[in-house]
């Protein structure tokens, strides 16, 4: 059974940078597919970033302005965000595309 375990959301100021963490358990992680996905209040969830063994890919949410990526021995994956607006607010969700798994979400505010 696939576990994720978002953390390294919090409160950040206009044009600040966070890292996100996803932990992954349960999966032969060096070999999955993975992604970032985000839920801004009275939204759906868009996709942010996606990483597969064989490269990433991004979203137009917030394409030019995040970094997806992954360290295969710590079964994480991260996502670097810069240059954040308010309108990045939102719960941050990671999400494995085999199992269909995901995480409990993380939170991001972000104050003009």
């Known amino acids: 059974q696939v576990q994720l375990v978002e953390s390294g959301g919090g409160l950040v100021q206009t044009g600040g940078s966070l890292r996100l963490s996803c932990t992954a358990s349960?999966?032969?992680?060096?070999?999955?597919?993975m992604a970032w996905y985000r839920q801004r209040p009275g939204k759906g969830r868009e996709l942010v970033a996606g990483?597969?063994?064989?490269?990433?890919y991004y979203g137009d949410s917030m394409r030019g302005r995040c970094t997806i990526s992954r360290d295969n021995d710590k079964s994480t994956l991260y996502l670097r965000m810069d240059t954040l607006e308010p309108e990045d607010t939102a719960t941050y969700y990671c999400?494995?595309?085999?199992?269909?798994?995901w995480g409990q979400g993380t939170q991001v505010t972000v104050s003009s």
């Open positions: 349960g999966s032969v992680f060096s070999s999955a597919a």
């Open positions: 999400y494995d595309v085999a199992s269909k798994t």
């Open positions: 990483a597969s063994p064989g490269g990433t």
